[in-house]
């Protein structure tokens, strides 16, 4: 019995790491784009070979669970309508963003897609909002209107132009997550994100091969190579596997709480990295969005 709780107790705390590791990764991946932006200034470009260098490992992810493929032909239509819409879309509209807002308002705006589940569900599904819920969308968007005010959003409107590109992608990633809620439960989160994932790439650079001449993914610098590597590996495919283990590991709400970590980890890197430097204003918005974020992760038991 004592082993089994100390069991119990080690995987939860491999799930905290997997958390927290996770959202480091993710924390970082504006910063990189930042970097990869300066040197070429083609976001299609970056996003083609951050998703070029996933792909074999998501393509690996599908190949070492060939068993659980069998599946009804209307599952595979709706994991290829959500794999373009939530890493496809979101991916692009994320790197439109980044071009005109920081690195670290980016994690911040991107960060109330739970929120945006919540409002969702209410549309599609009719779910009720509770008080807690009410409560916690004042709160988020109460912050993310302090951000734009103190960022001049409203006066510079490339920043405001990058903000709307920036919330796009927060939307089509919740929806992503709220069609997900019935599909991981019947073929599991690991094989579920690989499918989603390389579909997500495979459009990206299908995007990508009828915009631009192909032969431009291999006459960069190396220090592109080496940034769209880091993404790939540091900030999209480890973080997405480590995330769905950890909630699997800790649950929902807890991964949530710990994820926060994730926006104040960017901004206080962008400082060190980019040299960025964010208002008064802006920091008392980004504390509230995330005390709405967090309340509305906490509503529902696990």
């Known amino acids: 019995m004592k082993h089994e709780t100390l069991s119990k107790q080690a995987d939860f705390s491999v799930g905290i790491l997997f958390v927290v590791i996770s959202a480091l990764g993710f924390s970082i991946k504006s910063i990189l784009v930042k970097l990869a932006l300066s040197e070429n200034p083609n976001p299609i470009l970056i996003l083609a070979l951050r998703m070029a260098f996933s792909l074999p490992f998501f393509f690996a992810g599908i190949y070492f669970q060939k068993e659980k493929l069998i599946f009804e032909r209307t599952i595979y239509f709706q994991i ?17 963003g980044l071009e005109y807002v ?15 589940v919540v409002l969702l569900n209410f549309f599609i599904y009719r779910k009720p909002f509770n008080k807690k819920e009410i409560i916690a969308l004042i709160l988020t968007y109460g912050g ?30 919740a929806g ?19 499918l989603a994932m390389s579909i997500a790439a495979i459009s990206v650079l ?27 590996i540091f900030s999209t495919v480890i973080p997405v596997f480590l995330l769905s283990q950890g909630i699997k590991r800790i649950g929902s709400q807890k991964s949530a709480i710990i994820s926060s970590l994730g926006p104040v980890s960017t ?10 430097i964010v208002s008064s204003s802006e920091i008392v918005g980004t504390i509230v969005l995330i005390s709405g974020v967090l309340l509305i992760s906490t509503s529902n038991k696990e």
């Open 102 to 116: 920081s690195a670290g308002l980016e994690r911040i705006i991107l960060f109330t897609y739970p929120t945006i």
């Open 267 to 276: 901004l206080y890197l962008a400082n060190i990295f980019l040299g960025e």
């Open 206 to 232: 299908v995007q990508y091969s009828v915009q631009f001449p192909v032969y431009q993914l291999f006459n960069q610098s190396i220090k592109i190579y080496i940034l769209s590597f880091s993404m790939a």
């Open 176 to 194: 992503y997550l709220v069609g997900s809620g019935k599909l991981i439960p019947l073929i599991g989160a690991s094989l579920y994100t690989s």
């Open 144 to 173: 993310i209107l302090s951000i734009f005010v103190g960022g001049n959003f409203f006066i510079d409107r490339n920043k405001l132009f990058g903000g709307i590109w920036i919330f796009m992608a927060a939307v089509t990633y």
């Open 80 to 96: 290829l309508i959500l794999g373009i819409l939530g890493y496809y879309f979101s991916s692009i509209f994320d790197f439109y």
